[in-house]
């Protein structure tokens, strides 16, 4: 949709304000082998309001973040956070569900690493870690965006009953 501008309330700062709130659990966590041993991580947001219906996959990217130095990478962990993110945005499921338990609404060129969440319409994408803790940290942040959200509407609801135009 031409002029579709997204989510008022989470924008690129507030999802980067996500990704920084959880930093702290994830770096920490990527220390240990167990978690994956890649060192590296890379997340995709995606604009909650931002569907398939109303805007291409790029359009939608909200916010990218990687971790650890990306010239140093054994692996494309950006094209594989992307990808996770994609099968969950067209979906509006998370990657592990839809590989798991709905492989029917596999697309061509749909990755089948899983590491993705949906929480609330909010996507996230992570790669980097084992897959499972991938989504984990994509599922931290998702919660993170939904908290902001709520942060900020309370405020809004100072102001008025209603979000002004933009």
């Avoid at 304000?17 to 770096?27: R, Y």
């Avoid at 949906?118 to 790669?127: E, N, T």
Wanted: proline share 4%; with cysteine.
């Amino acid at each position: 949709m031409p002029g579709h501008t997204g989510s008022y309330l989470l924008d690129r700062d507030a999802a980067a304000k996500a990704v920084k709130l959880s930093l702290p659990m994830i770096e920490e966590a990527m220390k240990h082998k167990e978690v994956g041993e890649s060192g590296f991580l890379y997340i995709v947001i995606m604009d909650p309001l931002r569907t398939p219906d109303n805007a291409s996959f790029e359009e939608a990217i909200l916010y990218e973040h990687a971790i650890g130095d990306r010239e140093k990478w054994d692996a494309d962990y950006a094209g594989f956070a992307r990808a996770k993110a994609r099968v969950a945005w067209r979906t509006g499921m998370d990657s592990h569900l839809v590989q798991e338990l709905r492989p029917h609404l596999l697309a061509a060129k749909d990755t089948v690493l899983w590491g993705s969440v949906v929480v609330d319409g909010i996507v996230v994408g992570v790669s980097g870690a084992n897959a499972w803790y991938d989504e984990a940290f994509a599922g931290t942040i998702a919660m993170c965006m939904r908290a902001l959200a709520k942060a900020a509407v309370v405020e809004e609801r100072k102001r008025g009953l209603f979000l002004p135009a933009e």
